[in-house]
């Protein structure tokens, strides 16, 4: 059964912390992506990525990086965690080269800050 | 950018009736993704249809869509409590760009 993980479902971190979400797909899929869920605000894109070591902006980049070493690991990085940050962050993956853009969601990770 | 807009926002309805859920989006679109997400959990696809088709089938699915008024809408047959979750449509602009997602509708079905 094809997947994307994220390694912690639940993650509670103090303001100013660094924090590492990591998310690992085994499809072979060339395209990741990093989206947060707010209630009432549905899914934003944070970045994307569609090759190895490649990054993209999305829509609301601030306080976030991300890292692509390798094809199937794409990191969603928070140098300095703020309350505001506190939301389900989603991890999601597609085929790339001309596939149909479907997505491939994982589980989730739902990240409290104090 | 929001691109889709879905219509309810909530939606409650008994067993076994239909449940009919709809799109609204602003730009020309490669195709339109109907997704699913139980509560807590990540988002499923559950179909997907291009521009230039009107009308699609899986299962107790139907998806219309309407690209002359930038609509779709998907309708769940003989609904069950366990299609209860939260829709999102999503749309897909030229294949080569992310997917936009609207903010979803919650279906909750009573037994």
């Known amino acids: 059964d094809v997947k994307v993980t994220q390694s912690s479902r639940y993650l509670v971190k103090r303001t100013g912390e660094k924090v590492f979400l990591e998310c690992v797909q085994d499809?072979?899929?060339?395209?990741m992506f990093w989206y947060r869920q707010d209630p009432g605000l549905g899914l934003r894109l944070i970045y994307f990525?569609?090759?190895?070591?490649?990054?993209e902006k999305g829509d609301i980049p601030e306080g976030y990086s991300v890292s692509r070493e390798k094809k199937e690991r794409f990191s969603l990085i928070l140098e300095s965690a703020s309350t505001n940050q506190t939301s389900m962050y989603l991890c999601?993956?597609?085929?790339?080269?001309?596939?149909?853009?479907?997505?491939?969601f994982g589980a989730g990770s739902r990240l409290t800050v104090l | 950018s929001q691109q889709g807009e879905e219509d309810p926002q909530a939606l409650s309805i008994q067993e076994g009736e239909n449940a009919t859920m709809n799109c609204s989006y602003k730009?020309?679109?490669?195709?339109l993704q109907w997704y699913r997400q139980n509560s807590g959990r990540g988002l499923v696809h559950l179909i997907l249809?291009?521009?230039?088709?009107r009308e699609k089938h899986s299962g107790r699915l139907r998806v219309t869509l309407d690209t002359s008024k930038k609509s779709s809408s998907l309708l769940i047959t003989a609904s069950r409590a366990a299609d209860t979750a939260s829709y999102f449509c999503?749309?897909?602009?030229?294949?080569?760009?992310?997917?936009?997602f609207g903010k979803g509708t919650r279906l909750s079905v009573i037994a």
């Open positions: 999601a993956s597609s085929l790339g080269s001309g596939g149909a853009n479907v997505l491939t």
């Open positions: 499809m072979d899929h060339e395209n």
């Open positions: 990525s569609y090759d190895v070591k490649m990054k």
């Open positions: 730009t020309s679109i490669n195709n």
């Open positions: 249809i291009r521009s230039n088709e």
């Open positions: 999503a749309t897909d602009v030229n294949g080569n760009t992310p997917l936009v």
